[in-house]
């Protein structure tokens, strides 16, 4: 006899809400498994690699066509980038955390190398000049240097850790570092990748448990270098100054952003069907990279575009998941880079489609065209992915709260390294104290069974 059936006063919310409890449970559970942040991390990036290939093929076809080059060119393309992304992601996943420290110093002086290249002999596009082209390839240095610096900086505060209690330690040499690599991609024009970079060393610092003080003055100083930046630039003004009132330019900065609101709000609930985008016939600029998400939503609708917003918290999930569970300081200073990486990424380029964000040319990862964006994207990936195939330790919200506490400047590095060891010592000693009452406890327990009564009969268990 069921429950309900025993105790007829039972409403059928309250039976509902039992299953939505025992479900959420269940759900918990899944979440809670060894396991789960790989299987995040493959998951939204394969589906998020496969939304990409249907709209680079359908925004690319018509604009080949338009001008005049072969109809699958961009396609072809974009699928060999993939296969290969795909390749390195899974190599980069066979790979441990030792071998990614030895390559951070070869990754970094090899990208700088690249980018110093670029303004000698590079390629210039719309102002920019930020590629190299080596025979058939066309190369943007730029988008690897996320990678290289993400490697680089999370060793050298690994290596540095027992001196981070001081702010030349914490600051030196990866901000100067870091503006080496923003001022060459700054050079080229490219100030929407600069700012992911700043986005990474902010977290480099954030995760090493940088004070707040500093994070205030390091702020101070980007804002003020942004500004100037923009201001150096009169296509950045007006970029900038008329990105909330696009109707004011309509034919001039404002067209782009003028039929990326069109394709978002013809698209309504599920979108006008794949391949029947209107806005791919050459209204819309940079349709199969910067302006990709726009024909998403026009093609699949607000369904649609909830969908890859959903993949990439997801993916976000899955690697603060993996810096708060780890022991290891390279993976929880890697893993963290890489999420604010990727999410920053994604949120300014939704942020320009949209209109909430000035249009800053940055692709969207693992959407958009491009096999210079997509090859370290899913290089990084795969790294996060080598992380989350290593045994997790449990979640410990007492660090975390002692993290937490420390970037306020109350507790330096040295000091949190050595409360941190002496609560290891005292867990170990604890538990085994506990082992030990354990043990007492069933040998006392098993004397008081065997002993024989007076009467010489065995007690009865």
Known sequence: MSEQAADPQVSPWKTAARALRARRATLKSLFDLELTSYYLLVGSVLLLLGIGLLEVFSASSVNNLVNGRPMLSSIRNQAVSATLGLALMWAASRLSPRVYRALAYPALVGTVLLLLLVLAVGSSHNGNKNWLIIGPLTVQPSEFAKLGLVLWGADLLVRKEKLL??????????????????????????????????????????????????????????????????????????????????DADPGGTGYQAIHSFQALASGGWFGVGLGASKQRWGQLPEVQTDMIFAIVGEELGLIGTLTVLMLFLALAYAGIRMALRTPDPFVRLVSASVTVWLTAQMMINLGAVTGVLPIAGVPLPFVSYGGSSLLPSLTAVGMLMSFARRRPEPLDPAGIAAAARSRDGRVPGGERAERSERGERAERAERAERADRTEHDSTASDRMITEPRPGGAPADR
């Open 165 to 246: 209690t001081t702010w030349d330690h914490l600051l030196v040499p990866l901000v100067p570092g870091a503006v080496l690599i923003i001022a060459l991609v700054m050079i080229g024009g490219d100030m929407g990748t600069s700012i992911i970079i700043v986005a990474i060393v902010f977290c480099l610092l954030w995760t090493a448990g940088a004070p707040g003080r500093l994070f205030s003055i390091l702020l101070a100083s980007a804002v003020g270098l942004a500004t100037l930046a923009i201001v150096m630039r009169p296509s950045r003004v007006r970029r900038f100054t008329n990105f909330l009132t696009p």
